[in-house]
């Protein structure tokens, strides 16, 4: 099939694309397939899904902020809410519209505000400090392993309020909630088939008596208690917290670990220059995005950037994509900390955009700051391995050496 054919419906033209963003390949390396999505047109068609593609900035931002026409609630995945039902309760805040989106939205904002991020940043740098000292001490380690999941797997945990035994199986839920916006191809049946044994334990941690009282959890059932969301959508909450606070961030810390190993020449300017570490975080999110894509549903018959679509039609926009667009920035696909990624969609926009970014920017803060005070130089001590996923660009092993200075 022709990457040139066009897809005609009620005599509207389309680029029509051969390309299968679930596939191995695509999911290894998706950035060849977001190069040939971009040029072809604001707006693709995605001929083994039959769906419509979003991959240019411009048209990601706008089309993630008309939450109106561009609807959450029918699932933000391959799956369609309207007219099949949900694998799991649908998210309060990450599968809902206004109003149901804008109560839970309100409570998860103030649980999750910079003031909040204030009282828990102490904590937060002390065990970024300890961690990177004990990964020097140690030289050689799994860059995935001992620190992008050690890290978020101790403070984020700590801070909701759950107890210390289990924290793993936190990594098997993100992992298969975020394959599950996908096909049901092999990655999300591996996935599944890891995750059904710690189903209950998830589900355990989110009732209010196994949260410590005052954490972030606890939080969330003070505002049910108010009045402010119901009981029943406290646990819900809860539940959202645990998947997607965790998983998201412990691959932003990887794979911006994996862009400072690669390059070592921005890791010098990094230690030449500390206050960078935020920024090195944002540039590691726009050029290897932890999460790639999302899915909305057209809720009524629209014009979007010049192509009409059908209510019900979905439409996948890659965040990842937009973020290497080069309309929207120079060199791309050169990793650059002294760029100022401002307006990257790797947290989403509009009202989804994601309502933990102040803790993930918090947690890689902190680390590669950390990392400036013990570590000259990061040495890979061979190929990483990756972790397909529907949904994320991820790694499952990254073997490296701390050089201290």
């Not at 411009?58 to 609630?73: M, P, Q, Y």
């Not at 309207?82 to 839970?104: G, Y």
């Not at 998830?202 to 954490?215: F, T, V, Y």
């Not at 590691?284 to 059908?310: D, H, W």
């Amino acid at each position: 099939m022709s990457d040139t054919q066009t897809l005609t419906r009620d005599g509207i033209d389309a680029p029509r694309l051969d390309i299968d963003p679930f596939s191995d390949d695509f999911l290894n390396m998706p950035y060849p397939y977001h190069e040939r999505m971009r040029e072809a047109g604001p707006v693709v068609w995605l001929e083994p899904y039959q769906l419509w593609g979003v991959a240019r900035h411009e048209e990601v931002r706008a089309g993630l902020n008309d939450w109106e026409n561009f609807i959450s609630s029918a699932g933000v995945g391959l799956a369609n809410f309207r007219t099949e039902k949900p694998f799991r309760p649908p998210s309060l805040i990450l599968e809902a519209d206004p109003p149901q989106h804008t109560r839970s939205r309100t409570v998860l904002a103030r649980v999750l505000s910079p003031k909040m991020m204030q009282k828990v940043r102490a904590d937060f740098e002390k065990q970024a400090n300890e961690l990177i000292d004990r990964l020097v001490e140690q030289g050689e380690f799994d860059a995935i392993k001992d620190l992008a999941k050690a890290y978020p797997l101790k403070v984020f945990p700590d801070a909701v309020g759950l107890a210390a035994e289990g924290r793993d199986n936190l990594l098997l839920y993100g992992d298969m909630v975020f394959n599950a916006f996908g096909p049901r191809n092999h990655v999300f049946l591996d996935a599944v088939g890891r995750y059904e044994p710690v189903r209950e334990w998830i589900m355990n941690q989110c009732q209010r008596s196994e949260l410590s009282p005052d954490g972030f959890g606890d939080l969330i059932y003070q505002a049910a208690d108010a009045g402010e969301i119901k009981h029943e959508e406290a646990t819900l909450l809860v539940r959202s917290l645990l998947s997607a606070g965790v998983d998201t961030t412990v691959n932003g810390i990887g794979n911006a670990m994996y862009c400072l190993a690669q390059f070592p020449e921005q890791y010098d300017k990094l230690v030449a220059n500390p206050t960078l570490a935020r920024q090195t975080f944002e540039e590691a999110l726009r050029f290897e995005s932890p999460v790639q894509t999302f899915f909305r549903t057209v809720n009524r018959p629209i014009e979007f950037a010049g192509t009409p679509m059908l209510a019900n039609d979905k439409v996948i926009f890659f965040l990842a994509a937009a973020n290497r667009d080069g309309r929207q920035w120079k060199n791309p696909d050169v990793f650059d900390i002294e760029r100022k990624p401002v307006g990257h969609m790797a947290f989403g926009s509009g009202i989804h955009g994601c309502v933990g970014q102040a803790v993930a920017r918090m947690e890689g803060e902190l680390i590669f700051t950390a990392m400036t005070k013990r570590v000259k130089r990061i040495e890979m001590l061979g190929e990483p391995t990756r972790r397909l996923n529907n949904t994320l660009r991820a790694l499952e092993s990254l073997p490296v050496r701390f050089v201290p200075h």
